[in-house]
DNA sequence: CGCACTTTTGAGAGTCTTCAACGGCTGTGG
DNA sequence: CCACAGCCGTTGAAGACTCTCAAAAGTGCG
């Protein structure tokens, strides 16, 4: 799947019928420049300058770092509500790379209006702080997995992790798809391709999970929760931040 | 060491003779409240509630995440100049705990004062978006430190970040002092503590650092750069942030 | 429909961990 | 001031887990 660059398409604003708000700025969405990025697409590469931030609206995108002799690693999938692009922030330069996993779309949000938003309005300022804070508990989660879970835990926690954010989106908790190869789950895991599919085929033999290809049913919740411990970080339902008096998403 | 829970004691604010600013709120630290954190004391612990920041003036600290079972993984050792606490923005409660590895003074930050200050004035904004994105770009880079990085590397990288930042302050890059035990910094880098003695006492031998319990001294800096690879994330000295127009910090 | 990539599975090697023992250092109390 | 207890750091040996290399089957895109 070569890497091509996303052109940028349908970045004029345009209205949709029902207006899917989200959590993240601006308010709404249904007059949000919004842009398409097809399977294989490269939404920004490393070192791209920072302007914008984005959210996902439909599809999946992985997001890595390249190193300076070309060796990658996976930092992250978005799905759909999502925020991408926060890495570059520090530096006013990407550090990571975002690629499309299938034909998708994302709201584009430059981010000084974002700013602007945020010193404008407390509502801004709360959605803005939050996007920020949750890379960061994000980072810390994985930081915890990648620390000290062995494999098995953190094949486990990725199939959760990815549970309960489709379940959150209103998809399935028990079924879904892993739009990503298991290369990038490894990457992103720090295991190897090999060891993913190892631990996949083990937790299917042993009845937690039914795999199939890219095809994954969750079977035993309980058994999985189990394996990975309640030691390593939460991902269980997130907790009301003090951010958030806006609450909950609507629909989904 | 035991561990004891800081007492409020210096939280009144009070001048000081020579205005050490620092690039993180609020703007003045002379007319800022401290607090002192005795070796072995608790800043603040896991799921206490969050509404504060604070920035080490003095001293070394360690911010470590607590499973429920009673493990625990450090996130990070903080010098002066280093941010502290922004993992309870998100929830409104600390996931993570953070105790001195001695004797050490803070400033304290009043969350909501922050919050204010980025609201009213543009370099505000500026200084706390900073401060997020320092902490996402911090976690990326372990992530990719304990997802593809072997012992011997994750140590050097470790050694060269400390390195750098106590070069920052004006310290020396060659020669210092590790104030966290072998265990901590195990845990930190995803490895065992006699993994940690042994990575040392190795690169001791091949004369690339210089051991004696917690001094070190780093002797090759060329090789250990190498050692690490340019592959793995840039520890290397700052770039420019776009949010940063106001520039270095004053005096080491 | 075929080529290329992905996935699975096996076998052996390597790294890191685990268990264990020993010496050193530190802070405390007599 | 010295003795002692507890923690820290080092080092060894065996074992566990993951990686590497390799081959074959499966899948999907063009």
Chains 1, 2 share one sequence.
Not at 165 to 189: A, C, E, K, Q, T
Not at 236 to 245: A, F, G, K
Request: net charge neutral.
């Amino acid at each position: 799947m070569t890497v091509t660059r996303a052109g940028v398409s349908g970045d004029a604003p345009f209205a949709e019928p029902r207006s899917t708000s989200f959590d993240v700025p601006p308010v709404d969405a249904s007059r949000c420049a919004r842009q398409r990025v097809r399977r294989g697409e490269m939404l920004f590469g490393a070192g791209d300058a920072f302007h914008t931030l984005y959210v996902v609206h439909a599809g999946v995108l992985k997001s890595f770092t390249v190193s300076d002799d070309g060796l990658t690693q996976v930092t992250g999938f978005q799905i759909p509500r999502d925020v991408v692009g926060l890495d570059g922030v520090g530096s006013g330069r990407h550090l990571s790379e975002v690629v499309a996993l299938e034909d998708s779309e994302v709201f584009v949000l430059p981010f000084d209006q974002c700013q602007r938003w945020a010193k404008e309005s407390a509502h801004g300022q709360r959605v803005m702080t939050r996007a920020f804070a949750r890379e960061i508990t994000r980072s810390q989660e994985q930081m915890v997995l990648l620390g000290v879970m062995r494999a098995e835990q953190r094949v486990a926690a990725f199939l959760l992790d990815l549970s309960e954010r489709y379940g959150r989106l209103g998809y399935s908790r028990l079924r879904f798809l892993l739009r990503m190869s298991r290369h990038d789950i490894g990457s992103y895991l720090g295991l190897q391709l090999e060891t993913v599919s190892r631990v996949l085929s083990r937790l299917h033999r042993e009845g937690l999970v039914q795999v199939q290809g890219k095809s994954i049913a969750l079977l035993d919740l309980p058994a999985l929760r189990l394996l990975v411990g309640v030691s390593a970080g939460r991902l269980s339902p997130e907790v009301d931040s003090i951010l958030d008096r806006d609450g909950g998403l609507p629909g989904g």
